[in-house]
């Protein structure tokens, strides 16, 4: 039987790219997403794509609530800015940061891989896209693996220490895209959009979208979700 | 204005005592409690009444679902131990540890200490009667801070650094009970039953209440919550 891995599943690119990476590697994975009062729902359902196309074992989305305190753009009521990624980004920390999330997300994964017996857990942060991000940054992942390895059951026992994996962390945007093509990711199925329309077609605009643009246009191929939501013959316009 | 502190707050009686005495060393309390799936919803009756007996200026119940995952006598389908404490407690796990949930409980705590501006966070882990439960030792309670520290804000804009407060980490039952005393808990508000019955009284068999039962009377008091269910006059008998 295959090491199983928890894998955070976000519906995005990055995180699609992830498990790819883990499955390559050999991992049954074990897809974990989250329904955390998110404008943007359209990212559970391009998870369950993603899910479903890689064939993973198991994906489980687990309900919690961080509208509870408020405080991102992302589960408040703030405005998404949009039109152009006015700052440079990593200067600042964006008003889309959701206080704490990814140690949140990252201790339900622990909870879901000490039931499963699990040691892996793989994560899809960037710290070069996304350093305005505390809670993506190396020394941050680095922290919560040491805290993890003392949380349960494994750090009491000394059996196999825990390892938060994370594949992306000195990966340009370009570079994931190029790895996940390799590995036959379709990014048609993922979501990267704050502000995603009725049809779930990306705004274009927001700053996950222009990365996700400067990405695809670094790496040299098209984005296959604009071609899909793209006017014309091949498209649904 | 007071200082704001997060502090996790069960309805137990090593919970009310942490709020007590976040309040005796100036702390505004915002208590913050779990609907996790746990069998004993009285517990969060209680929090209330705690909360309500405090005078906190904000008690508030998040929503989290650990019966996802199971693994826990008390969130799952397995039966809670009674009878006696017939294990010398630390030398195992219990089968009542829920698999990483005060890495998770103190998580939702940060993200809200986040949004209040808040840098201390107040949990009733107790390692001498609990040291079964990984996440209830000292060394996990640092490695929390220390990741907590790098996960927020605060962690990139080197403001103050946040801290996990742990008063009960090393006193016995009976301490508690006598500090708590000392600073007006009502301890008949208060549940510590793995397993209560329909009208919220305590089992007295499973180890909590065992562990309650000997707290009492070694500090020489009754258990006032012992006293509002026994039958006579006083009771509800």
Same mark, same amino acid.
């Given at each position: 039987?295959?090491?199983?891995a928890?894998? *955070?599943?976000?519906g995005?690119?990055?995180?699609a /790219? %992830? %498990?790819?990476?883990?499955?390559?590697?050999?991992?049954a994975?074990?897809?974990?997403?989250f329904?955390y009062?998110q404008?943007h729902?359209? &990212?559970?359902?391009c +998870?369950?794509?993603?899910?479903?196309?890689?064939a993973?074992?198991?994906?489980?989305i687990?309900?919690i !609530?961080?509208?509870?305190?408020?405080g991102?753009?992302l589960?408040?009521?703030?405005d998404v800015p949009?039109?152009?990624?006015?700052?440079?980004i990593g200067d &600042? =920390?964006p008003?889309?940061?959701v @206080?704490?999330?990814n140690?949140?997300?990252l201790?339900?994964?622990?909870?879901?891989?000490?039931?499963?017996?699990a040691?892996?857990?793989?994560?899809?942060?960037?710290a070069?896209?996304?350093?305005?991000?505390p !809670?993506?940054?190396?020394?941050f992942?680095?922290?919560?693996e040491?805290? +993890?390895? *003392?949380?349960t059951?494994?750090?009491?026992e000394?059996s196999?220490?825990?390892r938060?994996?994370?594949?992306l962390? &000195?990966?340009?945007?370009?570079? =994931?895209i190029?790895?996940?093509? &390799?590995?036959?990711?379709?990014?048609?199925? /993922?979501?990267?959009c704050?502000?995603?329309?009725?049809?779930?077609e @990306?705004?274009?605009a927001?700053?996950?979208?222009?990365l996700?643009?400067?990405?695809?246009?670094?790496?040299? %191929?098209?984005d296959?979700?604009?071609?899909?939501?793209?006017p014309?013959?091949?498209?649904?316009?």
């Amino acid at each position: 039987m295959s090491r199983r891995a928890v894998v *955070l599943l976000s519906g995005g690119l990055d995180s699609a /790219t %992830v %498990v790819a990476i883990a499955r390559a590697q050999g991992y049954a994975v074990h897809a974990l997403s989250f329904r955390y009062g998110q404008r943007h729902g359209v &990212e559970l359902a391009c +998870a369950a794509l993603v899910a479903h196309a890689s064939a993973v074992p198991e994906h489980r989305i687990v309900d919690i !609530d961080l509208r509870a305190f408020g405080g991102s753009a992302l589960t408040a009521d703030i405005d998404v800015p949009k039109g152009s990624v006015t700052r440079p980004i990593g200067d &600042e =920390i964006p008003v889309t940061y959701v @206080p704490a999330r990814n140690t949140i997300f990252l201790s339900f994964a622990l909870a879901w891989a000490e039931v499963l017996g699990a040691t892996d857990i793989f994560i899809g942060v960037n710290a070069l896209d996304y350093s305005g991000y505390p !809670d993506c940054r190396p020394e941050f992942i680095a922290a919560f693996e040491a805290m +993890a390895r *003392l949380a349960t059951r494994a750090g009491v026992e000394g059996s196999e220490p825990l390892r938060i994996h994370a594949p992306l962390q &000195e990966m340009s945007k370009a570079q =994931i895209i190029r790895k996940g093509l &390799e590995l036959g990711v379709d990014y048609a199925l /993922t979501s990267s959009c704050y502000d995603p329309g009725v049809q779930c077609e @990306p705004c274009g605009a927001c700053d996950s979208c222009l990365l996700r643009a400067r990405g695809f246009a670094h790496a040299g %191929v098209p984005d296959p979700l604009v071609a899909r939501f793209a006017p014309g013959p091949g498209g649904h316009g």
